[in-house]
């Protein structure tokens, strides 16, 4: 917490005065920014303390830099996230503060949510179509699973596809950092308990489930999906 009375300083000054122009202008992701000289003239300040501004905004995803093209408007990013996350969840793997443990927990209860919402949002007549590209997925986790492992990407692929009907674009967002935290540290779980052909079948229940608007079963088929991910935890807990 900052000290009753402090001045902030020309960087944080920078910072916010870079925010405010973006709001100002209307700008989106993607559009062009003023040039570090630019920002220089216009703010009256320094240029190390543009710089530094500058690069704790690229940081936080606020602006990006590409050199030799210019400086523009951010696009939103859980990297650091993602990567905080990650470091400290390998480093309480072991713990009772498990945080790989506690993620999963948020994000089964969100996916949980999720179905529901879908279920309750979609179209029963217009079901099928809206769906359809899920069929596809599950028909590559049968085959990859008969051949061997489920690849990542496809696990992945079926839950963005899920809930893409909800068009809330930081579902993904969400969802797609809480994955690659856990993907990135799965092996350090040790081996699954359930089969390849369990994981094809798990998702393959959450899709009829929705399909058929079948709440319970829906509950149901989230609850079995991180049920081996939950043993895992517990078993790495025990040592």
């Known amino acids: 917490m900052p000290v009753a009375g402090r001045r902030p300083s020309r960087a944080t000054e920078v910072q916010e005065a870079v925010k405010d122009i973006i709001l100002r202008r209307g700008l989106v992701a993607g559009d062009p920014l003023p040039t570090e000289s630019e920002l220089m003239e216009e703010l009256g300040i320094g240029r190390n303390s543009v710089r530094e501004a500058l690069k704790v905004l690229q940081a936080v995803g606020i602006v990006d830099i590409r ?41 089964e209860v969100l996916e949980s949510g999720l179905v529901l919402r879908l279920i309750d949002s979609l179209d029963s007549g217009d079901l099928p179509a809206q769906l359809a590209p899920i069929r596809d997925v599950i028909e590559q986790m049968r085959a990859e699973a008969a051949v061997g ?69 829906a509950t149901e088929a989230m609850r079995e999906h991180f049920a081996g991910v939950r043993s895992r935890l517990a078993r790495l807990a025990r040592g």
């Open 67 to 107: 050199h030799g093209f210019g400086m523009f408007v951010g696009r939103m990013s859980l990297a650091g996230f993602v990567d905080e996350l990650a470091f400290h969840s390998r480093m309480t793997m072991q713990d009772e503060r498990n945080h790989l443990g506690h993620l999963i927990e948020i994000r």
């Open 149 to 217: 492992a489920i690849s990542p990407e496809t696990d992945r692929l079926f839950h963005d596809l899920l809930y893409r009907p909800l068009r809330n674009p930081l579902v993904g967002q969400l969802l797609g950092a809480f994955w690659q935290v856990y993907h990135e540290l799965r092996d350090d779980l040790g081996t699954p308990d359930e089969s390849p052909a369990d994981v094809a079948r798990t998702h393959r229940d959450i899709y009829r489930a929705v399909l058929t608007g079948d709440r319970a079963a």
